[in-house]
């Protein structure tokens, strides 16, 4: 039995992170017209570092931030386009018709930090990209829906699992969800995989992300020689989304909403 101590948010730190959470999902709404055909991820990179400074007055928490092990990471937000499952680094690359690419910003504010993720298609996408991305923001959704007191976190990962793989994609095993608050990587970690009643047991006031990381192909990754872009091992398509979410007494609140936040799937019973 591995014991991790999670520190439950007072309501205090609860206000700061519906405030935070908000400004991260208002990021990515102010991004989304530039998403365009022919803009580069650097360009995007910049426009977010702007608004996040002038507009939101919030401070980038990737922007040089350096895990034991890694080399500071070198701006504002990770753009993974296609093939890249995370941490792609904003540069010259030119977006262009047909490709996906995922926008995971991290904002701070008053100490707090907000972490989110969508997909966006760049013009028309092939059938098969558009339907990777839509099961993966299904399967982030039927994960954060068990989230309630009392659940586990088990719950959350073989929720998501069983959905992906039901599709005929894998789950990255990598990576993982993970505790938020002042700190924005701390615990628990949240697996995207896993089996039903194990793991840590939900208490109201945990707050963490989910953000499956979902491959079109085999699970395999390789990380690029940059130190931080993660690749699918067999070159297949890979799509993410992420949201912040706090276990409330009833079962869960999204943290990262605003009014261009897409709204939950419709999901069949
Ligand atoms: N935002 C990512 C997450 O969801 C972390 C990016 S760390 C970076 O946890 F250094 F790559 F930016
Ligand atoms: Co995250
Ligand atoms: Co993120």
């Not at 102010?30 to 910049?46: A, H, S």
């Not at 993720?117 to 839509?134: D, H, T, Y």
């Not at 099961?135 to 088990?154: D, F, S």
């Not at 706090?246 to 943290?255: M, Q």
Request: hydrophobic share 35%.
């Amino acid at each position: 039995m591995t014991s991790v101590s999670v520190n439950l948010k007072s309501p205090e730190d609860i206000e700061g992170m519906r405030v935070a959470g908000r400004l991260a999902s208002e990021l990515l709404d102010y991004l989304t017209p530039f998403v365009k055909p022919g803009v580069t991820t650097g360009e995007i990179n910049d426009l977010a570092h702007a608004y996040m400074l002038d507009v939101q007055r919030t401070v980038p928490a990737t922007l040089h931030y350096a895990p034991p092990g890694h080399s500071p990471y070198p701006a504002s937000l990770c753009t993974s386009v296609n093939h890249v499952v995370c941490h792609g680094i904003p540069g010259d690359k030119k977006l262009k018709e047909g490709d996906i690419v995922n926008i995971d910003v991290t904002v701070i504010k008053d100490g707090y930090h907000g972490d989110t993720s969508r997909m966006f298609q760049i013009g028309r996408p092939s059938i098969q990209a558009k339907r990777l991305s839509e099961v993966t923001y299904e399967a982030m959704w039927r994960g954060i829906m068990t989230v309630r007191p009392g659940a586990h976190l088990g719950d959350i990962g073989a929720t998501i699992q069983r959905f992906a793989e039901s599709h005929g994609y894998s789950i990255v095993r990598e990576f993982c969800g993970h505790g938020i608050g002042r700190q924005f990587h701390e615990e628990p970690q949240v697996l995207h995989y896993g089996r039903p009643g194990t793991g840590l047991k939900l208490q109201p006031g945990m707050i963490f992300t989910v953000e499956p990381m979902v491959n079109a192909g085999r699970p395999g990754i390789r990380c690029l020689a940059d130190g931080w872009t993660i690749v699918t091992a067999d070159h297949s398509l890979s799509a993410q989304w992420e949201h912040t979410v706090l276990v409330t007494d009833e079962g869960f609140e999204v943290l990262t909403v605003s009014a261009g936040a897409p709204p939950p799937p419709a999901i069949a019973a």
